[in-house]
């Protein structure tokens, strides 16, 4: 099976702006989890939806938003860019309904907001 | 709360040596799961090795083991016969039935030759 796909692998935006980025889970996987890392703060949760339903939501703020489809690719929006929203964003996937099934990690997208 | 704690940040290994990278978490609950996952220096995300709380039994997978203490918090990783593709950051992570998952902030572990 592939494994979890993000695209884009990099990008660049300047501040005020706003950026989409996109998760392929795993084929089969009905759940899509969001996380932050950065070098200050670490790893930190997002979101994670499920059956295309919003199923735990971290401590972020409302310009920090997501959603997913019907075939489980999720995307995640940031509206109003910040510089400290410089981050790799990474997307994981797992196979279960319940919410302690492993999760896959995509390669991530490196974003830098200038 | 749920927090997880690696108090090592970085740590070094010779080549076929063995290494711990330790591990403790705080949570209320009786029932969860702990991961090890490997970052190397390519970004990838792996997942190394996962332990139900409820399993007293120890997981290993291949050269790695972990060291479960439920009723200390604890969570070790053990890395038998290092390789030089064992050099990546580590980190350890906690979640909860219906919860997020929480990490550690990680342990940089470089495998010399």
């Known amino acids: 099976k592939a494994g979890v796909t993000q695209t884009p692998r990099y990008l660049i935006k300047t501040r005020g702006q706003q950026v989409t980025l996109s998760c392929s889970p795993i084929s089969g996987h009905r759940s899509v989890s969001w996380y932050q890392q950065t070098p200050g703060q670490g790893l930190q949760f997002l979101f994670e939806y499920f059956s295309e339903t919003q199923r735990n939501k971290g401590n972020f703020p409302g310009r920090f938003s997501g959603r997913q489809f019907s075939n489980s690719r999720s995307e995640m929006n940031v509206s109003t860019l910040e510089l400290g929203d410089s981050a790799l964003y990474l997307c994981a996937s797992s196979d279960g309904d319940t919410t302690t099934d492993t999760q896959y990690f995509g390669p991530g997208t490196r974003l830098t907001v200038l | 709360a749920q927090t997880v704690t690696q108090s090592q940040p970085e740590m070094s290994v010779q080549e076929a040596e063995t290494v711990t990278l330790s591990c403790t978490y705080d949570?209320?609950?009786?029932?969860?799961?702990l991961f090890w996952y490997k970052q190397p220096p390519s970004r990838q995300m792996i997942l190394v090795i996962r332990q139900e709380a409820y399993k007293q039994q120890n997981a290993t997978e291949n050269r790695f083991s972990v060291n479960f203490q439920k009723a200390a918090k604890s969570f070790s990783l053990k890395i038998s016969d290092s390789q030089l593709g064992d050099t990546a950051m580590y980190f350890c992570?906690?979640?909860?039935?219906?919860?997020?998952?929480?990490f550690g902030a990680g342990t940089r572990l470089t495998v010399k030759p």
């Open positions: 949570t209320s609950e009786n029932n969860y799961y």
């Open positions: 992570a906690l979640r909860r039935i219906n919860n997020d998952m929480r």
